[in-house]
């Protein structure tokens, strides 16, 4: 049985005292008692927060982290100084890092390392662009995506990880994936999954969709069979958007 989880990713969003209301809200909040919950907040108040839920179901992330181990990096944030806050996971590859900070398959898979390295858990995002799909290319697009910066891991270390696919035109636009649409890429990377590392690796491994999941249409895409939960952007914004997402299984 896969893990279903629910990850709030903040990206550049909210003040000081802002991130602490929600977080606090969330941490009253009535859950499914059967779903992981994962908050994402700016670097600035990961401690803070890491620290608020430690005793509690909300775990913390971060949207990511330096590819080097330590030194002479000026405003990176590496692995070890993450770990050391109690932050458990950390966003790899997102879209937003691809697109404006040219981020490429090469350093995201020296980020897994990294992540892998500290004890923590990647959520590698993958999923292509709008006119990539256009032009049917979006299956090669992910695999490449997968096989650049994941499919180097051995067995062992690729069940450490989760893949979170996110197409980019459903991203921050309002316009969802359907649910047919996340099933079919979803059962394309698990099947991708099962020819790198076997069938009993890939049921193992937990893929999330992300791009516009909102409450009234959470439901239909956690009920796809290899959807296991969801990367949300603007809806973890907002407490109680992001409970009834988490409540949509
Ligand atoms: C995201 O940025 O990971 C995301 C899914 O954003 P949104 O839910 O706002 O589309």
Partial sequence: MRKKIVAGNWKMNKSKTEAVALAQDLLSADFDKTVDLLII???????????ACADSRV?????????????????????????????????????????????????????????????LTPIYCCGEQLSEREKNNHFSLVKSQLEEGLFHLSAEAIQQCVIA?????????????????????????????????????AQAIPV???????????????????VDGGLIGGASLVASDFVAIANSF
Avoid at 41 to 51: G, I, K, V
């Fill in 165 to 201: 696919y996110e197409p980019v035109w459903a991203i921050g636009t309002g316009v969802t994936a359907t649910a047919d649409q996340a099933q079919e890429m979803h059962a394309f990377i698990r099947q991708l999954l099962t020819d790198q590392y076997g069938e009993s690796v």
């Fill in 41 to 51: 907040p700016p670097f600035l108040y990961a401690s803070e927060l890491a620290e």
């Fill in 208 to 226: 999330l969709y992300g791009g516009s999941c909102k409450p009234d249409n959470a439901q239909e895409l956690f009920a796809n069979s290899d």
């Fill in 59 to 119: 775990q913390v992330g971060v949207q990511n982290c330096s590819e080097h181990t330590s030194g002479a990096y000026t405003g990176e944030v590496s692995v070890s100084m993450i770990r050391s806050v109690g932050v458990s996971h950390v966003l790899v590859g997102h879209s937003e890092r691809r697109e404006y900070f040219g981020e490429q398959n090469a350093v995201l898979a020296q980020k897994v390392d990294q992540v892998l390295a500290a004890g």
